[in-house]
């Protein structure tokens, strides 16, 4: 038999051959080169190799081509495309939760509240948990029922507390929850349906604890609505974890894409799971949605998190990452655009740590702050020192350099946080003190006393100016900066409705008693240090909100040798003057903007939650994946800045009082309330005057989200 070969094959052969290839590969595009076709004896025609062709479905992703093609076009071109072009970050909003709850232990305060959907709800939960005579209980004086608002924050994990609000309803009688503990009671989504009223949701969270209520004063209508809401640092337990997510843009969604994404975050980030097996920090579970872990180091920050993802280079190559480099090499050391450059080098990784560290030698202060920062997040240690700089000697950096410090591993950290510890501003003091705490939690300095499982106590032994420092959010904590501090005499002072500090002038000691009706005078005999006051009225089972209510009085009546603080945290969006020119010449800049506070240092509540997708300081949110510092002209200079700006050069915090601060009004516990202007609808209804200020501004951000709306719409029937 005569041996087969390809040249004895016909002309009209060769073309069946090539049809056959073609029923086989389909109606797609073969996504090879022509040069990697090989048909031999054909002129003009070159055989796909069976390498090159694919076996794929008919309806492949419209953006599926070769990888080696989609690597050619980004070889040495600057303008690589980032994670950030194609995607933006779901999870960041506020969940609202409600609930309806029973207050106990009023000092004949409480009442017996009216027929309502909440007493109803209340009565149900009340038999769900086997309570016996429910009416009974909620005719008691002792009692108040409460509707429950909170808000549970992104990110938060199972177990993690939150700080809720509560309220009498309008119809109910109560006079006052002071003194008053909330019984635990869950909290759900909740949403109006037409004809059917409030319905429940999922539910999130429990919640419970001592209320805190702010101190009474001013005339009798706002005493009266002040005394009828309250908040319980703390008090909400979230049931269930929160998780962050990237979402792709719909003309860019496919499985491939979502893919590619979750690989390049997944390369730059990576854990251990429990049993030891690496896992990247990101997972495609559609072809939209792209879950994200965050990194341990960036646990109290995530929003640098999500800005260093969003400058992930999309697709790159060795090449292009090279080019790329030595332009942020160059655009590091420009004040300018030296954030965003850093960013990018955070986000590139080790290969980068020589750059960021030469840009710790540039005169600008603003250039070494934002190279430190990237330095420290890479884990080096090069950058502390900058940091600290930073931290006590400019406050538009100051929130972000504590953030970074808290993150670092460095046992050099905790030493200079120490340090922090002596200056003379309030809020440079108590940042470092949260900074240590969490850069160290093992610290003997940070580990405190745990009063009655309610709160924490901390005395430190500090060489500044005596200070007492409240919380007023996420968890109830008292830190004394000063470890000697006496109360100053003669000393009457209440914590609650039931304990009485007193002592005599010229006496060295103080009495602390609690008077309750039908049980036995309970009596301490302490010092005058403050700790050891705390520590008595605590023991005699004063809350923390009793305790900070006595502080608070005793700042009032000038028993305390220095401050009392509440929540002196450092903020973002300050502004920094930026050197331009040999001629001194100096532009104003504002640093970050609200969206990208470290959770470390948030103080976002039901306000900041109405203005939280929307505040911007020169147009920059968190989703925009860029630098944060924003030029502002001149003639902005008083429209957009508060002179109260200035209270920043010194470290002090402004002092903006809520209806919840401790400070506001006081009553004397022997005397007449002091007289204040503030009327009941002042105080009580806290969002209407702030709506009715911001009512042009609003209207705007309203039509600006009523054309995004019809943008998707028409996007999506496209």
């Not at 160290?440 to 005596?466: A, C, M, Q, Y």
């Not at 500090?501 to 036995?520: F, H, L």
């Not at 504002?590 to 039901?606: E, K």
């Not at 109405?610 to 911007?616: G, H, I, M, Y």
């Amino acid at each position: 038999m005569r041996k087969f070969s390809t040249k004895s094959l016909s002309s009209n052969s060769q073309w069946l051959v090539a049809a056959l290839v073609l029923s086989v590969a389909g109606c797609q595009q073969f996504g090879a080169r022509p040069s990697a076709w090989n048909m031999p004896n054909m002129p003009g025609w070159n055989m796909p190799s069976w390498k090159s062709l694919s076996l794929r479905s008919q309806s492949p992703d419209k953006d599926d081509m070769d990888e080696d093609e989609f690597d050619d076009d980004f070889e040495t071109t600057l303008d690589i495309p980032m994670v950030g072009d194609y995607t933006t970050v779901t999870g960041l909003n506020l969940i609202s939760l409600q609930g309806v709850g029973l207050v106990t232990g009023l000092p004949g305060t409480g009442s017996d509240p009216p027929p309502s959907s909440f007493r109803t709800r209340l009565m149900e939960d009340m038999r769900r948990r086997g309570i016996r005579s429910p009416n009974a209980i909620l005719r008691s004086s002792s009692t108040a029922l409460v509707v429950i608002q909170a808000y549970l924050p992104p990110l938060i994990r199972k177990g993690e507390k939150f700080d809720i609000e509560v309220r009498v309803p309008g119809a109910d009688e109560t006079t006052s929850l002071n003194g008053g503990w909330l019984m635990e009671t869950h909290l759900s989504e909740q949403a109006v349906v037409p004809g059917q009223g409030p319905m429940k949701g999922h539910v999130y969270a429990k919640a419970k604890g001592p209320l805190l209520i702010s101190a009474t004063g001013g005339g009798e209508a706002s005493r009266a609505a002040l005394l009828r809401r309250g908040k319980v640092l703390g008090g909400g337990m979230s049931l269930k974890d929160r998780d962050l997510a990237l979402f792709l843009r719909n003309d860019f969604r496919s499985v491939r894409n979502s893919r590619r994404i979750a690989d390049r975050i997944g390369k730059r980030y990576s854990d251990y799971d429990k049993s030891g097996i690496k896992r990247p920090l990101a997972e495609a579970l559609t072809d939209q949605r792209i879950e994200l872990i965050v990194p341990l180091r960036y646990r109290d920050n995530y929003p640098r998190y999500l800005q260093v993802i969003r400058n992930i280079a999309f697709r790159e190559t060795e090449v292009a990452q090279r080019v790329r480099t030595q332009r942020l090499k160059k655009d590091l050391n420009d004040p300018v655009t030296a954030e965003r450059a850093s960013m990018q080098l955070e986000a590139i990784g080790a290969r980068a740590v020589p750059i960021l560290r030469a840009g710790l030698n540039n005169p600008s202060l603003e250039v070494r702050f934002h190279s430190a920062i990237a330095l420290t997040y890479l884990n080096e240690r090069d950058g502390i020192r900058t940091l600290i700089n930073a931290a006590r000697d400019e406050p538009a950096f100051r929130v972000f350099a504590f953030a970074a410090l808290a993150a670092s591993e460095e046992p050099e950290v905790s030493l200079q946080l120490r340090e922090l510890l002596h200056e003379a501003s309030a809020e440079t003091r108590y940042g470092a003190w949260r900074a240590l705490t969490i850069a160290d939690r093992r610290d003997p300095l940070v580990r405190g006393e745990n009063i009655s499982d309610e709160f924490k106590f901390h005395v430190l032994n500090t060489n500044g100016p005596p200070m007492v420092h409240l919380t007023n959010r996420k968890k109830a904590e008292i830190v004394l900066f000063g470890s000697d501090q006496r109360f100053q005499t003669p000393l009457a002072l209440r914590a609650g409705n039931d304990v009485l500090i007193t002592a005599a002038e010229g006496s060295d000691q103080v009495t602390v008693a609690r008077y309750e009706v039908g049980k036995p005078d309970r009596r301490k005999r302490v010092s005058l240090r403050v700790a050891d006051v705390i520590r008595a009225v605590a023991e005699l089972d004063a809350t923390y909100p009793d305790i900070a209510q006595m502080l608070a009085q005793a700042d009032k009546q000038h028993n305390i040798p220095g401050t009392i603080e509440l929540d002196a945290v450092p903020q973002s969006g300050r502004v920094y003057y930026r050197q331009l020119d040999s001629l001194g010449e100096r532009r104003r800049t504002r640093i970050g903007n609200p969206n990208q506070t470290p959770n470390i240092f948030s103080t976002r509540g039901v306000k900041e939650k109405k203005s939280f997708r929307s505040a911007k300081f020169g147009g920059l949110d968190l989703d925009s994946g860029v630098s944060s510092a924003v030029d502002l002209r001149e003639e902005d200079d008083e429209k957009e800045i508060d002179s109260s700006d200035d209270l920043f050069d010194s470290g002090k915090p402004k002092k903006i009082r809520k209806w919840y601060d401790l400070r506001r009004y006081w009553k004397s516990p022997f005397g007449a309330p002091e007289k204040n202007d503030a009327t009941a609808d002042d105080e009580f209804d806290f969002d209407r005057n702030e709506d009715k200020k911001d009512e042009p501004i609003r209207k705007r951000d309203r039509r600006a989200s009523d054309d995004e709306f019809a943008d998707d719409a028409n996007e999506t029937q496209r």
